[in-house]
T-cell receptor, first 113, second 113 residues
Framework: TQLLEQSPQFLSIQEGENLTVYCNSS?????LQWYRQEPGEGPVLLVT?????EVKKLKRLTFQFGDARKDSSLHITAAQPGDTGLYLC?????????????FGTGTRLKVLA | NAGVMQNPRHLVRRRGQEARLRCSPM?????VYWYRQLPEEGLKFMVY????????ESGMPKERFSAEFPKEGPSILRIQQVVRGDSAAYFC???????????FGSGTRLTVV
């Protein structure tokens, strides 16, 4: 059974600080997504990474897929209160084309003004 | 261009009643997925459907749960004879063929009393 562990589970930081959250597994994934979910809403897709070692940037967010495609990280620079939410990673794999994703339990981020 | 539409947003059922959750995918999306989210447990895959076909139902409980995506109309997740343990947020997502990542709806929060 493939599992995705996210760390930390909870993170509370001041506005302007940097942070990194991690998504780890012992299994290989063919693709990995990051989502952000706000209370009472569904997750919103932030990025998809498919190639080992791939780095993608979305404004102040930097996503990296591990070389072995077993782990990923999300780095936020100069966090803002609007970044508050539940960050979820989700992996498909190891074969692509199933379109079925395993979700991590999430990192709950709170950015204080 | 409406997103994924789920209704109702909130549903209260007494034990033993039936719950019917509806999901209309985004225009142009032919793949529908249902996930269940319990507090502190993350999103769990339930079923993957295309029009008139169940592709993968490996996450569906064997009894009381069924799903369909008819040729016309929304996808329906049906839970018969609900029990307290069925209380959760149920999310529907859709995607176009051969594309990574989902678009989620806002979910249906089912409460069984």
């Amino acid at each position: 059974t493939q599992l995705l562990e996210q760390s930390p589970q909870f993170l509370s930081i001041q506005e302007g600080e940097n942070l990194t959250v991690y998504c780890n597994s012992s299994s290989v994934f063919s693709s990995l997504q990051w989502y952000r979910q706000e209370p009472g809403e569904g997750p919103v897709l932030l990025v998809t990474v498919v190639t080992g070692g791939e780095v993608k940037k979305l404004k102040r967010l930097t996503f990296q897929f591990g070389d072995a495609r077993k782990d990923s990280s999300l780095h936020i620079t100069a966090a803002q209160p609007g970044d508050t939410g539940l960050y979820l990673c989700a992996g498909e794999g190891p074969s692509s084309g199933t379109y079925k994703y395993i979700f991590g339990t999430g990192t709950r981020l709170k950015v204080l003004a | 261009n409406a997103g994924v539409m789920q209704n109702p947003r909130h549903l209260v059922r007494r034990r033993g009643q039936e719950a019917r959750l509806r999901c209309s995918p985004m225009k142009g999306h032919s793949h529908v997925y249902w996930y269940r989210q319990l507090p502190e447990e993350g999103l769990k895959f339930m079923v993957y459907l295309q029009k008139e076909n169940i592709i993968d139902e490996s996450g569906m409980p064997k009894e009381r749960f069924s799903a369909e995506f008819p040729k016309e109309g929304p996808s329906i997740l049906r839970i018969q004879q609900v029990v307290r343990g069925d209380s959760a947020a149920y999310f529907c997502a859709s995607s176009p063929p051969l594309k990574y990542g989902y678009t989620f709806g806002s979910g249906t929060r089912l409460t069984v009393v």
